[in-house]
């Protein structure tokens, strides 16, 4: 099989297919999951066979596509859209993207017509993450040359927390999308990857993305970052977002608002990189208005990893143990020392945000 370039595409012999890098398995195999209905993109969804937010949002407009192929009537369109948006309850892009799709189909009556638009509509949005991704990588490539100007041509060391690479987006990722330009710039840069459990999506992904890509990189333990930041061994943060109000709250993987502790209390820049389409311009409470999904506690009991060429999943735990299972955290706004878009950088206050996005200012 032919490596894919991109975590999602279409079925070049049939169309009414999604194809989608199955997330479950890497680094060790490299499997495609197959897309045809509103079910599997839901199970795609919900199981992490795709993840990140940007990716869940395009994910979700091929879904309302997917739906059109069978659904029978507006009613029914409507109840797979909502069903697709309530997949997972953080990330925000899928609510956007499924809306964006519903609203260019909107006027339309014929429904071939409005396959044809939906199908339009997706590929825009993709197309839109890819455009994103790559204008934070030239905007966040900027403030990493700064540092190494500063140190004189040594090499910048990151911190990350979880997976926001390609992976999680389309192309170039948005954490990752700086570290990836600044490496084609010549600027040299060492990542510090935490393992992000419970499931590992730094261990298992930004590592194997940032070594497909020859940067240089080292795994740790998520309690580490604290210990490193102490002994002047990262000079700066930088993260994703599964959403971000516009007041500056930013919900991201479990474990990052200690990450952004640890770098306030040893002056360390803590950057969060995100498209527009990660923004909530409702909520301005992150702490007490963004949802917190809680998965299932057996991604705490069991690992899985690979084991004499297979891949095997082990208990860690007693079996009678209890878990409890949040995915996501909230990093409050003073805690953030600026949003990297694809306009640009700003500081994390409602203000300097409006100020990047002024047609959001009406709401």
């Known amino acids: 099989m032919k490596k894919p370039t991109r975590p999602i595409w279409i079925n070049e012999k049939d169309n009414s297919i999604i194809n989608v890098i199955d997330q479950r398995y890497l680094p060790h195999r490299v499997d495609v999951f197959d897309l045809k209905t509103k079910e599997d993109v839901i199970f795609a969804i919900q199981t992490m066979v795709v993840r990140g937010a940007p990716l869940i949002g395009v994910t979700g407009a091929y879904g309302v ?6 659904a029978k009537d507006e009613k029914e369109l409507i109840s797979d859209a909502n069903d697709i948006k309530n997949a997972r ?11 964006e ?12 017509k409005k396959k044809d638009e939906a199908l339009k509509r997706a590929k825009e949005i993709e197309a839109f993450e890819v455009e994103c991704s790559r204008s934070i990588g030239e905007f966040g490539a900027k403030i990493i040359k700064e540092i190494s100007e500063k140190k004189g041509g040594k090499p910048v060391n990151i911190l990350t927390h979880c997976n926001a690479g390609f992976l999680a987006t389309v192309e170039y990722g948005t954490a990752t999308a700086p570290m990836y ?28 993305e ?20 102490q002994h002047n061994m990262v000079d700066m943060v930088i993260v994703g977002t ?3 109000t516009h007041t500056g709250d930013v919900a991201n993987k479990i474990g990052t608002y200690l990450k952004a502790l640890a770098a306030k209390d040893n002056n360390i820049p803590f ?27 057996d991604e705490i009991k069991f690992v899985t990893g690979f084991d004499e060429k297979k891949i095997r999943e082990v208990l860690i735990t007693p079996l009678k143990s209890k878990t409890v299972n949040y995915a996501f955290d909230v990093t409050p706004a003073r805690l953030v020392t600026g949003f990297i878009t694809e306009r640009g950088v ?13 047609e959001k200012k009406k709401r």
């Open 271 to 297: 950057y969060v990189a995100l498209p527009s389409s990660t923004f909530d311009w409702e909520v301005k409470d992150g702490v007490n208005g963004i949802p917190i999904e809680e998965r299932d506690g």
């Open 346 to 358: 700003c500081r994390a206050t409602e203000k300097d945000i409006l100020n990047l996005f002024p």
């Open 242 to 244: 599964d959403r971000t």
């Open 210 to 229: 940032l070594g497909e890509k020859n940067i240089k990189h080292s795994v740790i333990t998520d309690n580490t970052g604290g210990h490193l930041m």
């Open 65 to 70: 596509y997917l739906s059109l192929l069978t």
């Open 101 to 112: 799709v519903l609203k260019a189909i909107s006027d339309i009556n014929d429904f071939d």
């Open 181 to 208: 330009i600044a490496d084609e710039q010549g600027t040299d840069i060492h990542i510090w990857v935490d393992e992000t459990r419970p499931l590992n999506q730094g261990a298992r992904l930004t590592a194997w």
């Open 89 to 99: 309850p953080t990330a925000i892009n899928l609510i956007w993207a499924v809306d």
